[in-house]
């Protein structure tokens, strides 16, 4: 069965480069607004709240959250008010090896979480994080619970080799986190489309056969609906209209194959579903911001470069 969240975390390639473990003595608050890249939260003990464009969760023991794209967030203790955009958060933050103490350094800890970056290695960032929810926020999975412990254990001892497998294991989380839809609390994007049993159905359909020259009318026929409660359910579950999400798609597997495949243009326009070199030259110009051409030349020269640098090596 063709899996469409597999298909954009395989083009993503996320990776966890970077982590560190936060402590915390209520009452604190903490205010991010200059990001560059996603965010994540694994709760091991205790529980704070996490606030993302005006909405507030909570996080407690066993849960992950994630930030895919660099939005301002707060997080905060269970005893206070999350702090407001235009607010001056003035809590202590005292630099301990391998992460922060949050809050007075004498208070008893009643959290401990591992936060850090996470990279999305993949040159079609940009268009794939879009389809991802805003946020999200993963409760009660088996699976996950099992690497949250994992997790906790690896981030407590001192044993050889742990840092690789801190990133190893924070990587399976990641890609476990963004694949769980059952107990999920997610934003609009693709994972809450995932969990609509109907629209599941037309993007399945539109992954598995992303040449078909699909229509609105097309899609909801998969999903058994009409057509004006298919595109409304759809863009309020996904957030973006199916067409929308149909040519950001196309366009991710079209930089895949110019980059990776020595395919004729036609082939590659065929393949992502136009019947022309210049209808498909004139969207990915439109979306990507070049010309396919010159797209996969410069491509096949990052190619060629890494390839000399890793001869050097």
Do not use: N
Not at 88 to 105: E, F, Q
Not at 111 to 116: E, N, P, T
Not at 162 to 171: D, G, K, P, S, Y
Not at 229 to 247: D, H, I, S
């Amino acid at each position: 069965m063709v899996d469409p969240l597999a298909d954009v975390v395989s083009l993503l390639q996320p990776r966890t480069p970077f982590s560190k473990l936060v402590v915390a003595s209520a009452p604190w608050a903490v205010r991010r607004s200059a990001l560059d890249r996603p965010f994540y939260f694994a709760v091991l003990h205790g529980a704070c709240q996490l606030t993302v464009e005006s909405e507030t969760l909570t996080l407690q023991a066993g849960d992950f959250a994630l930030v895919p794209a660099a939005r301002a967030f707060a997080t905060s203790s269970l005893d206070r008010a999350p702090p407001r955009e235009d607010e001056a958060v003035t809590t202590p933050i005292t630099a301990m090896p391998g992460g922060a103490r949050v809050g007075d350094p004498e208070g008893a800890v009643d959290l401990r979480m591992l936060v850090g970056h996470c990279v999305f290695a993949s040159a079609d960032a940009a268009l794939l994080v879009p389809l991802l929810p805003r946020w999200l926020h993963v409760r009660g999975d088996p699976r996950l619970a099992t690497l949250m412990q994992l997790v906790g254990d690896e981030s407590r001892a001192e044993r050889p080799a742990r840092e690789i497998v801190m990133a190893r294991l924070l990587e399976v989380l990641l890609i476990e986190a963004l694949r769980s839809t059952a107990g999920t609390a997610a934003s609009p994007g693709l994972v809450r489309g995932l969990a609509d049993a109907r629209l599941a159905l037309a993007l399945r359909a539109l992954h598995g056969r992303p040449a078909q020259a699909w229509t609105v009318a097309g899609l909801a026929r998969e999903a058994a609906m009409s057509r004006s409660a298919f595109f409304e359910r759809f863009q309020r579950a996904v957030g973006v209209a199916p067409m929308a999400y149909l040519l950001t798609w196309r366009m991710a597997l079209a930089r895949q194959l110019l980059a990776q495949r020595g395919l004729a243009m036609a082939e590659v326009a065929e393949r992502v579903g136009y019947s022309s070199v210049s209808t498909f030259g004139v969207a990915f110009t439109r979306h990507v911001g070049m010309p396919p051409g010159r797209y996969a030349r410069q491509a096949a020269d990052t190619l060629r470069s890494s390839g000399s640098t890793a001869d050097l090596a």
